[in-house]
């Protein structure tokens, strides 16, 4: 059974920094091309960034070029989302994904 348990969201001011965490299992992590989605109140859920089963290719929504970073660790079957220079529109539910499965989410908000 895959499963993905998000963490590391909160509150913070615009201009701060977080790290989303996800811990995978249930699927052979290490061969499986991950990614972050999103989910803005009132809006759709959108894709926010793609990395490649060995990390070495990574994708980015336009809008989060530059402040965030995709990244993963698998000898610990975990992927990360460093979220830099925040802005309040980066507020939304994050939940890391595979195929068609996706966490519980961990929520962000940005607020001063």
């Known amino acids: 059974e895959v499963q993905l348990v998000e963490s590391g969201g909160g509150l913070v001011q615009p201009g701060g920094s977080l790290r989303l965490s996800c811990v995978a299992s249930g699927f052979a992590f290490s061969d499986s091309p991950m990614r972050w989605l999103r989910q803005r109140p009132g809006k759709e859920l959108e894709w926010v960034s793609n990395?490649?089963?060995?990390?070495?290719?990574?994708w980015y929504t336009e809008s989060v070029k530059g402040r965030f970073t995709i990244s993963r660790d698998n000898a610990k079957n975990t992927l990360y989302l460093q979220l830099n220079s925040l802005k309040t529109e980066d507020t939304a539910m994050y939940y890391c994904?595979?195929?068609?499965?996706r966490g519980q989410g961990t929520q962000v908000t940005v607020s001063s």
């Open positions: 990395i490649s089963s060995g990390g070495g290719n990574t």
């Open positions: 994904g595979k195929d068609q499965y």
